[in-house]
C-alpha cells in the first residue's frame, strides 16, 4: 500500500512535466487532451497492474451497475446544482459571454471520463478494497480519501477548503464503492460532477470557459469563500454544503449487500465478472 502509494505520488510530481514536454507546442483543446492522456493513462495502467497482482478486480462494476450507475449521476448532477445554488444565494453568481454547443465538447466528455476512470480505478478500484483487507471498509474508505485529497496537492491544489472537499469527495465515492462492491457508482458520480461543472455550466475553469468550452458560461465573483476565486467552485463552502448534504443520508442509510468488504477478502467472487471497471 504504501509503495503503491509512493508510486502514484511521484508520478504525479514528475508525469505532469514529462507530459508538458512531449505535448510540445500544442496548444487549446488538442494540448489538454494530449496532457490527459500522458498523465492519467499510464495511471490507469499502473492502476490495473497493481490490482491485478493484489488479486482484484480493478474494474469489476459491481452489484446492479445500471442502478449503482443511475444512482451515481444523479448524486454527482444534484451535487454540483446544489453547490452552485448556494453561491447563488450568497450573490457570487454571474453570467459571463461564452458558452454553446461545440464539437470539442465531446472531445471534453472523453477527456473527463479518461481522468475519472483513471482516479476511480486507483483509489476506489484497487487502493480502497486492498486497504478494507487489513483495517476494514469504513476505515479504508476514510484513510483513501485522506489520500485522494493529498494527492492532489502533487496536481497544484493547496487552498484548505478545496482539500476537504477533496477528501468529502473521495469519501462520497468511496462509501459509492463499498456499498455495491464495485466502481460504477463512484464512477458515475465523480463523472457527472466533473463534466457538470466543467462542460455544462462552465465553472471550471473561474472565471471562463475550459479549451473544450462549455453549454452555460457561469462565473464565481466575489468571496473567495462562495467560488470568487481562482479555484472556484471547488474550492468554496457551497461545495463543502452540498457534499455534506450528499453525504448525510448515503451515511445513514443502511449498507445493502457484501460491498468491498467482502469483495476485497474474497479477491472479487462478489463483484460483477465484467473486465470493465471516477471529484
Known amino acids: 500500500m504504501v509503495t503503491a502509494l ?82 447563488a444565494l450568497a450573490g457570487t453568481l454571474r453570467h ?43 476505515l479504508a474508505v476514510g484513510g483513501i480519501a485522506i489520500a485522494f485529497a493529498a494527492l492532489h496537492v502533487l496536481a497544484g491544489t493547496s487552498d484548505g477548503v478545496g482539500l476537504i472537499n477533496l477528501m468529502l469527495g473521495g469519501v462520497l465515492f468511496g462509501v459509492l464503492a ?34 473544450f468550452g462549455a453549454l452555460a458560461d457561469l462565473d464565481l465573483v466575489g468571496s473567495p469563500r462562495w467560488g470568487g476565486s481562482g479555484e472556484g467552485l471547488n474550492a468554496s463552502w457551497a461545495m463543502a454544503i452540498a457534499l455534506c448534504v450528499v453525504l448525510v443520508p448515503i451515511l445513514l442509510w443502511p449498507f445493502r449487500g457484501r460491498g468491498q468488504d467482502a469483495a476485497s477478502m474474497t479477491a472479487g467472487r462478489n463483484l460483477s465478472p465484467s473486465p470493465h471497471r471516477p471529484t
Open 6 to 87: 509512493a508510486a502514484v505520488a511521484a508520478w504525479l510530481w514528475f508525469g505532469p512535466r514529462i507530459a508538458s514536454e512531449l505535448a510540445g507546442t500544442a496548444t487549446g483543446a488538442t494540448s489538454e487532451a494530449l496532457f490527459t492522456v500522458l498523465v492519467f493513462g499510464p495511471l490507469l495502467a499502473f492502476a490495473l497492474a497493481g490490482a491485478a497482482l493484489s488479486g482484484l478486480p480493478a474494474w469489476g462494476l459491481g452489484q446492479r451497475p445500471l442502478h449503482t450507475s443511475g444512482q451515481g449521476l444523479a448524486l454527482g448532477l444534484g451535487g454540483v446544482l446544489l453547490a452552485t445554488g448556494y453561491a
Open 96 to 138: 459571463g459571454t461564452a458558452g454553446g454547443i461545440s464539437l470539442a465538447l465531446l472531445a471534453g466528455v472523453l477527456v473527463i471520463a479518461l481522468q475519472v476512470a483513471a482516479e476511480e480505478t486507483m483509489f476506489r478500484g484497487w487502493l480502497q478494497p486492498l486497504l478494507a483487507r487489513v483495517v476494514g471498509t469504513p
Open 178 to 211: 463499498a456499498r455495491s462492491g464495485g466502481i460504477a457508482g463512484a464512477f458515475a458520480a465523480h463523472f457527472a460532477w466533473n463534466a457538470t461543472e466543467q462542460l455544462v455550466l462552465g465553472l471550471d475553469p473561474n472565471p471562463g470557459v475550459g479549451s
